[in-house]
């Protein structure tokens, strides 16, 4: 199949050959086609989420399980009440604050929505996005689109059209590109089938936020404790996600000691012939000495950090980068969201700095107990 690569909105509003573009692109999806789109957090692969051939196709442009289940993205607060089954008042106080955005409800869901687009569950993930470009197409497509992130299964989900074209070119019918997204991130997961409701996947809504919203939240065991041996109620939390090709470990602990172990560990790797990389942040990335050196952003500046994690996984693999370093990050507000994604891009291997007194690390732990599966061939990396 030739995948159609379009741009859109680069110059702001949206131009008459715009228009001419997002009709056409719904057109697609109204036949049961695939459309790659921007959002404010990542580009998605959108279906028509009420169309069960759809959800199909999907799941095989993106070689991802089955069990895996999809968000159907609507653009009208009102039409959620045709795909759930039971809409509390949770859920109505959370869109007013937090919708048109980067959040994420789940929900019983109604017999509208087919059960290959809820991965064969009872609930459906509800997302209201604030890009444009994904709200015209969503209006334009007939109001509901199924649209997981739009990289093949077990890669860095895409912030920009090339990396969704570097995994689906070939495979979908079209590319709209709306230039970089702002966030970068998946939307936060927020369960509101339970009692108090609780954060599955945590993104740029933090808990902090949907605390001053909500009596109470809880959050899933398995993003606090990955080693709880607990199975995460979002399917696709268990797979180890967003990885890079070469192996990530991160580094945790004080910055110069942090630096030392990880030049030292460059130097070790560079000794077995292997091509070295680091990711670090603005404010002591001269102080690497690897093969190539990947700036995140400013320690301070967490959204840009957000924003450029992917992009920077993605940069590695480019340049063939087989043992990678990064930093930590604190674990608060938009951090929980970010090293959740890094922990999972390293399998969890985490090395704990300072080092006893033997001049071992502490704490190294190599994965621990979790079991990852790799959402692409259902390895189990332990
Ligand atoms: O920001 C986002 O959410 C992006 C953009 C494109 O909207 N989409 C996205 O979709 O990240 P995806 O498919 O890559 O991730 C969806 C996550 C998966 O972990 C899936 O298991 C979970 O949502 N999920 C979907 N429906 C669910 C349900 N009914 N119950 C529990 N988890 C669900
Ligand atoms: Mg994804």
Known sequence: METKLVQIGKGGAFTCEDEAYLREAAEIIKKGGLVA??????????????????????????GRPSDNPLIVHICRFEDIRRIVSRLPESAVRI???????PLTMILPKSRAVPRETTGGLDTVAVRFPSHPVARKLIEYSGGYIAAPSANASGRPSPTLARYVAEDMDGRIDMIIDGGEVGIG??????????EPPRILRPGYVTREMLDGILEKTDIDVTIIKPDSG????????????????????????????????INRQVEEDRGKGEKTGVIGTTEVLEQYQAD?????????????????????????D?????????????????GQAIMNRLLKAAGHRIVRLPADENGTCIN???????????????????
């Open 292 to 316: 190539v050196v990947k700036c995140i952003g400013n320690r301070e500046a967490e959204e840009d950090i957000a924003r450029n994690l992917f992009s920077v996984l993605r940069e590695l």
């Open 364 to 382: 190294a732990r190599e994965s621990s107990k979790t079991n990852h599966h790799n959402e692409s061939d259902g390895r189990t990396i332990k």
């Open 185 to 194: 991130l998946e939307s936060t997961i927020i369960d509101l089938t339970v």
């Open 95 to 101: 869109a007013d604050a937090f919708w048109p955005g």
């Open 37 to 62: 789109f921007p959002t404010e957090t990542v580009y998605g692969l959108g279906g028509d989420a009420l169309n069960p051939d759809s959800s199909r196709k999907i799941y095989a442009a993106k």
């Open 230 to 261: 607990q199975a995460p109620k979002a399917p696709g939390m268990k797979y180890r996600h967003y990885a890079p090709r070469g192996r990530l470990v991160i580094v945790e602990g004080p910055p110069e000691q942090v630096i030392a172990y």
């Open 318 to 334: 480019e340049e063939k980068v087989e043992s990678i370093y990064s930093e930590s990050f604190p674990s608060k507000g938009l």
